[in-house]
């Protein structure tokens, strides 16, 4: 009976040992688990925090990229940036391979243009560019200039570029419908060195240049000054409509430019232009000699003026000018102002839809035969004349070798592979009046081709 | 030619550019330069002004926006990005192009009533819902096992506004006492994990992230943050003591000149002004300065005693010098928390 009490004492007690213990055992249990999950969730912030010190890092480093120097290439041109985006440096590059066969003349294949482009902008301010050009086995420096743009409305450029003044002269060379430029262009300023202020807007309404140049012939250009004298040129062009809601009418301009200078020249060198046709033949000089009694020299006021306008719509493009240009001459004791003039009409006709305009055409399907895609065609159709003044026979020039009238009729077609890639098929007759023993000189028939790569 | 007849041609094409000109107004564009948080408080405003500038000048105008924090949008303009105009979150960096960029006059402050501030702001805690840590004021942020978020004062205008409310609470609360302040703010910063350049990418680690217990935001965006962005999961906590937050607005004049947006662009600031502006500013939870405006959005905004930059530290300038230079005060106490 005493064991069985004593085993009923020692199992109580057991039990209360037991039981005392419980309560220790669990409170250890919960503390532990709080600290787990204080610790998980410590874990987690600091996950978090690392992730996004990582994100920002990230951020960081592509705002430093972006901030970079960069190169690359923009459409055609390959393109350097400055880290601040305010200076830029582009190459380009034009070269046209040209086939020329006449009636009467040589037939000959020649490279017309090689010009390697540089251009860009310092501190965001200050474009620049230069082109040289190594076509027809020369090497001459075509344009150089630096313009200043601080006000978009009125940039001053100093330097060596086309004078603002006719209408075709001023479409880029690679850009032209036709491969040489019509009549009228033999009258207009080429390149010239000078000051000018102005403002290009080619989808504004605006645009104008008025500047002070050496002064240049009929169709010349010049890297220097012979006298004191300076050439005023200036034109506007405007675009009435181009924020009119209604196409028909957006692409239509019209403008008008003028120039004005005293030209001096020598037998040596007499500072008068002679005229040539599209196969750049000459069909009208005024008389060269040793002497001031044998040769024609400027001697005195000359003025152009050339209203000038154009018209796109859709794939149809027109475009005329007409120019007037005035030179007093003199040889020997005789003395004149010539009177010469001349205007032409381009048409052309995108035949695969493409916007015309009077830059350039991109194909709306780049050349892949593989595709489907031939690119884009345009044909082109154009008529100018160029008429000398009669005053100018016989005494300032021989009526026998020049000619006083010109007359030429074109046509033409374009193949555009794609915004870089061209060729150019045209025909071209030219008919004279005078300029020949005993009547007319013979008809210049033309077939002229190219191959063109701008970029 | 005869001369008359080249001047009849001259005349005719300026006529026909006259009339055009006259016929349509061309449409007209602004770049309006912001600190980082104010993206949703100038889409609404913008949309009005062009609505209002339509009516009255029948010309559309479009308004671009920039933002980023304030110091690194200043350093934009100068540097070139071209701004018709400038609303960053304080004075000194509107100085800082007047100085640095030349491109707007000294003065430009005066230009505009109440300092060129046509909405102020303050600067306050947001917490998580039920405020866990139980974050009462600001020696509570720098209580060991506090994680703080706030931007980078180098790069936001609203880090400096918090820095400084900071540092001005100290003060108050030690009679003075640089010292105690200063270590005071080293303790809070001890306790940042993470410093992201602008305000509103503070508001994206505390809210989207997940990180931190509590942000010192612009009043704005806390309110912002409980309102819209994470309703129902945040608490805005008003602290004893805040520092009154004036973010300026400014014509760049040389930019305008330039662009030929003078008229719209002063018209554009001045809408701030308007009851309108200032019903779009009250919406976006800025203190409008319109006192009937103010009236009517009083219950939106916390109570909070407000102190001055100019009452406590001499303005900007000095304070700039002192504590956000090179080598000043903040670039000794940094360092990157836990």
Redesign the interface.
Do not use: C
């Given at each position: 009976m005493i064991f069985f009490r004593l085993g009923v004492l020692a199992v109580w007690v057991g039990s209360v040992l037991f039981a005392m213990t419980q309560p220790v055992f669990s409170e250890e249990a919960s503390t532990s688990q709080k600290t787990v999950e204080e610790k998980v969730d410590d874990l987690d912030q600091k996950l978090r925090i690392l992730e996004r010190r990582f994100e920002l890092q990230q951020e960081g480093a592509n705002e430093k990229a972006k901030a970079a120097p960069a190169a690359g290439t923009a459409g055609e041109a390959f393109l350097f940036t400055s880290a601040d985006g305010q200076s830029q440096l582009r190459f380009r590059g034009v070269i046209q391979a040209d086939a020329r066969f006449l009636h009467p003349g040589a037939d000959t294949f020649f490279l017309n243009r090689v010009r390697p482009i540089m251009e860009g902008v310092l501190y965001h301010y200050y474009a620049f560019t230069f082109i040289p050009d190594f076509g027809q086995g020369k090497t001459v420096i075509q344009d150089a200039y630096l313009d200043i743009r601080y006000y978009s409305d009125a940039n001053v450029l100093f330097g060596k570029t086309k004078a603002p003044f006719g209408l075709e002269r001023l479409q880029a060379d690679v850009d032209l419908r036709f491969v040489e430029r019509a009549l009228p262009t033999d009258l207009v300023p080429n390149r010239d060195i000078g000051v000018q202020i102005h403002r290009d807007a080619p989808n504004g309404i605006l645009t104008y240049a008025f500047g002070v140049f050496n002064g240049v012939p009929d169709g010349g250009s010049a890297d220097a000054d012979a006298d004191k004298n300076k050439d005023l040129v200036g034109r506007i062009f405007l675009q009435p409509f181009s924020r009119v809601h209604f196409e028909p009418i957006q692409r239509f301009g019209i403008g008008i430019a003028g120039s004005y200078g005293v030209e001096h020249g020598t037998p040596a060198a007499p500072n008068l232009p002679s005229y040539v046709t599209v196969g750049q033949q000459t069909f009208f000089q005024y008389r060269t000699g040793a002497t001031t009694a044998a040769a024609t020299v400027a001697d005195g006021a000359h003025a152009r003026i050339s209203p000038q306008a154009y018209y796109y719509w859709g794939p149809f493009g027109l475009l005329g000018e007409y120019v007037r240009s005035s030179q007093e001459v003199q040889i020997g004791t005789s003395t004149e102002r010539i009177k010469n003039s001349a205007w032409q009409a381009t048409a052309s006709f995108l035949l695969t839809g493409e916007k015309n305009s009077y830059g350039s055409v991109v194909p709306l399907r780049p050349f892949d035969p593989a595709s489907g895609r031939w690119g884009a065609f345009e044909v082109a159709a154009r008529y100018s004349v160029l008429n000398v003044d009669p005053d100018a026979f016989p005494t300032f020039a021989d009526p026998t070798k020049s000619a006083h009238e010109a007359k030429a009729w074109a046509g033409g077609v374009n193949w555009y592979l794609n915004r870089s890639v061209k060729f150019m098929f045209d025909h071209e007759q030219t008919a004279f009046k005078g300029g020949a023993v005993g009547g007319d000189r013979e008809r210049e028939k033309a077939f002229l081709g190219r191959a063109q790569i701008a970029f | 030619?005869p001369i008359q007849i080249?001047f009849f041609?001259?005349s005719s094409?300026?006529g026909?550019?006259g009339?055009?000109?006259t016929?349509?107004a061309?449409d007209v564009t602004l770049l309006n330069v912001s600190y980082d948080p104010t993206r949703e408080l100038y889409q609404d405003f913008n949309a009005a002004f062009a609505k209002k500038w339509k009516e009255k000048n029948g010309q559309n105008v479009k308004v671009n926006q920039s933002h980023g924090g304030s110091g690194k949008q200043a350093r934009a303009v100068i540097?070139?990005l071209e701004a018709d105009v400038v609303t960053l979150a304080l004075a000194y960096d509107i100085d800082a192009i007047s100085e640095k960029g030349g491109l707007l006059p000294k003065n430009w402050q005066s230009r505009l009533p109440n300092n060129s501030a046509p909405y102020t702001s303050t600067i306050v805690f947001l917490v998580r819902k039920g405020n866990p840590k139980g974050i009462k004021d600001w020696q509570d942020l720098a209580k060991p096992g506090i994680?703080v978020v706030t931007p980078n004062p180098k790069t936001s205008g609203g880090a400096r506004w918090n820095y400084l409310a900071a540092w001005g609470y100290a003060l108050k609360k030690n009679g003075g006492d640089e010292g105690k302040a200063k270590e005071f703010v080293a303790r809070l910063y001890k306790n940042v994990?993470?410093?992201?350049?602008g305000a509103r990418?503070a508001t994206t680690?505390f809210v989207e992230?997940?990180?931190?217990d509590v942000l010192i935001a612009w009043e704005n965006e806390a309110l912002l943050a409980i309102n819209e962005l994470g309703k129902g999961k945040f608490e805005v906590v008003a602290p004893s003591a805040s520092i009154l937050a004036e973010p300026p607005v400014a014509l760049v004049d040389k930019v305008v000149d330039?662009h030929k947006t003078h008229e719209v662009a002063q018209a554009y600031l001045e809408y701030l002004y308007s009851e309108e502006g200032q019903e779009i500013a009250a919406k976006h939870f800025y203190r409008p300065r319109l006192e009937s405006v103010a009236f009517k959005y009083a219950n939106q905004f916390p109570k909070v005693s407000l102190f001055t930059i100019d009452e406590l530290f001499g303005g900007w300038q000095k304070a700039q010098k002192t504590h956000f230079a090179d080598g000043g005060i903040f670039d000794q106490i940094y360092q990157p928390g836990?």
């Open positions: - | 030619m080249l041609l001259f094409l300026w026909i550019f009339i055009s000109q016929l349509h061309a540097d070139g994680s994990p993470v410093l992201d350049s990418g680690t992230r997940g990180i931190g330039r836990r």
